[in-house]
């Protein structure tokens, strides 16, 4: 008896299934399929969870904000470095991505130099920033310049690691 139980358990086995590999074609028609079911299912976690656009936009501003580096620069100059071109296109797409969000730029140097002097060259550090994040497509209404020259040093010390940091521009969030 035993043995005609056995029998019949094997024979009442499943065969193991084997799956062919999709083609290309299935795999693309596969990709595109999947993006549209996530978006649904966003729309749909966003409906239930009672999405706030305004929270939302308050958190890319705060990011956006937190996100925003500082540029140096060369002593007795305005040019952009390559360094701090590569830093504004990363805070170009902070400022892209919270379109709200308005900046004050600010232009500052070492102590060397008359005041006149680095007034001036503080502000031309500012407008030449500002026109670079306005090339990256950031609104050029959103943004102001003001110039420090020497009177607000990031490094208070008299030597040249110092005055390397304080030759800069630095980013505020305008309220």
Known sequence: MLFVLTLLAAGCAKKPVTEEPATSEQTTQMDQQQPAAVEEQAVTETADTGYDAEAAARNAERAAAKGLETIHFDFDQYVLTDDS?????????????????????EGHCDERGSDEYN????EKRALATKNY????????????????????????????AAWAKNRRANFKVKR
């Open 85 to 105: 071109k590569s830093i504004l296109v990363n805070n170009a797409g902070l400022l892209r991505s919270a379109p709200a969000v308005k900046i004050l730029i």
């Open 133 to 160: 994040l306005v090339s990256l497509g950031v609104g050029a209404e959103r943004m102001s310049v003001i110039s420090y020259g020497e009177e607000m040093p990031f490094d208070s010390a008299h030597n040249k």
């Open 119 to 122: 007034l001036a060259l503080g």
